[in-house]
């Protein structure tokens, strides 16, 4: 079995610039208040590649990546 990855969102900080969304429209989605609503909690390493992009994309740095020991791949 693959590692597993979890994001971490700061959505409060989120300014609704939505390159997460273009780069990851499985994992993100616009809300009605302009800001970007997570769809997946964990995800594997099939998928690491495009949520990291996603997280690298977004320009005020409110998506993390961390690994099951915590710790910050993005
Ligand atoms: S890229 Fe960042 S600021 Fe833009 S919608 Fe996604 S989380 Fe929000």
């Known amino acids: 079995m693959g590692k597993k990855y979890k994001i971490v969102y700061n959505r409060d900080a989120c300014i609704g610039a939505a ?8 994992t993100w989605k ?4 302009g800001k970007a609503i ?3 909690t964990e995800f594997d ?7 990291l992009d996603a997280a690298r994309s ?17």
Not at 19 to 26: E, L, N, T, Y
Not at 30 to 33: A, E, L
Not at 45 to 51: A, I, T
């Open 19 to 26: 390159s997460c969304i273009a780069v990851a429209p499985k």
């Open 30 to 33: 616009m809300g009605n208040d």
């Open 38 to 40: 997570q769809l997946v």
């Open 45 to 51: 390493e099939k998928d690491l590649q495009q949520n």
């Open 58 to 74: 977004c320009p005020v740095h409110v998506i993390k990546i961390v690994d099951t020991t915590g710790k910050e791949v993005a």
